[in-house]
Nanobody, 130 residues
Framework: EVQLVESGGGLVQAGGSLRLSCAAS????????IAWYRQAPGKEREGVSC????????YYGDSVKGRFTISRDSVKNTVYLQMDNLKPEDTAVYYC???????????????????????WGTGTPVTVSA
């Protein structure tokens, strides 16, 4: 059984930091791109970041570039999202997703990734207070 389990969300003041984790089981980690998306109340799901497990290439949404950092631990089958300088507009439920067979040469697109994800976690909420 495939599982993606997010953790690390919580309440933080603006300017603060959080580190989210996405632990994957039941998949061959290196075969997947792992991406973080977020969804705020009343809004569509938005791409945040992605890492290609096989080669470590990373991608970021424009709203988080320079503030968030994605990384992976291939031994633990876990992807992390370090979020620094958080803003109230970062408040959302954060989801990780796994996309099988993605290769860097294909070029990452968050919208296509959203439609093509093979697996999703159940999300972890992040609230940033002003």
């Amino acid at each position: 059984e495939v599982q993606l389990v997010e953790s690390g969300g919580g309440l933080v003041q603006a300017g603060g930091s959080l580190r989210l984790s996405c632990a994957a089981s039941g998949i061959i980690f290196a075969d997947y791109a792992i991406a973080w998306y977020r969804q705020a109340p009343g809004k569509e799901r938005e791409g945040v970041s992605c890492i290609v497990s096989s080669d470590g290439n990373t991608y970021y949404g424009d709203s988080v570039k320079g503030r968030f950092t994605i990384s992976r631990d291939s031994v633990k089958n876990t992807v992390y999202l370090q979020m620094d300088n958080l803003k109230p507009e970062d408040t959302a439920v954060y989801y990780c997703g796994a996309l099988m067979g993605f290769r860097t040469e294909y070029g990452w697109d968050f919208a296509k990734g959203l439609d093509g994800m093979d697996y999703w976690g159940t999300g972890t909420p992040v609230t940033v207070s002003a």
